[in-house]
């Protein structure tokens, strides 16, 4: 279970660390789906932003002791996904919907097996329960 949530976690930050290097170049194509969509050029350095911030997160719990850097990547992710697919559709571009669903649909898979692997039996969490009683 430890290895299938690594290999999905290290392919959703691979994609949100291309994708988000491919915000800052700004290709032609990547522009042109912009003007269909109908939003501003100058938002893709600020999701280019994201999705790199997203991929350093879901790697910084050697970093930070806590896990909530990476359970906020990988709800960040998934939310910028959902809404990324929900902009496609009401742009009357659903043909190019399908990426964005497969890559939340990814994102909501690495956080339930995160969050899954931690409710395992013999895994604690910072916010286990302690017990209290006084002998």
Do not use: C
């Not at 956080?111 to 395992?120: D, F, N, P, T």
Request: aromatic share 8%; proline share 5%.
């Amino acid at each position: 279970m430890k290895k299938l949530e690594l290999g999905v976690r290290a392919v959703l930050a691979l994609i949100a660390l291309s994708s988000g290097l491919m915000d800052f170049a700004a290709p032609d194509a990547l522009l042109q789906s912009f003007g269909n969509l109908r939003l501003p050029t100058y938002y893709l350095p600020f999701f280019g932003v994201l999705k790199v911030l997203g991929m350093l997160g879901l790697f910084s719990e050697p970093v930070v002791k806590t896990d909530v850097l990476r359970q906020g990547a990988q709800w960040g992710l998934l939310f910028y996904f959902v809404g990324a697919s929900v902009t496609h559709v009401l742009a009357n571009d659903a043909a190019h919907a399908g990426a964005p669903v497969v890559l939340a649909l990814l994102a909501l898979t690495s956080l339930v097996l995160y969050v899954r692997g931690k409710a395992l039996p013999g895994h604690t969490t910072a916010a286990a329960p302690r017990n209290l009683a006084v002998a």
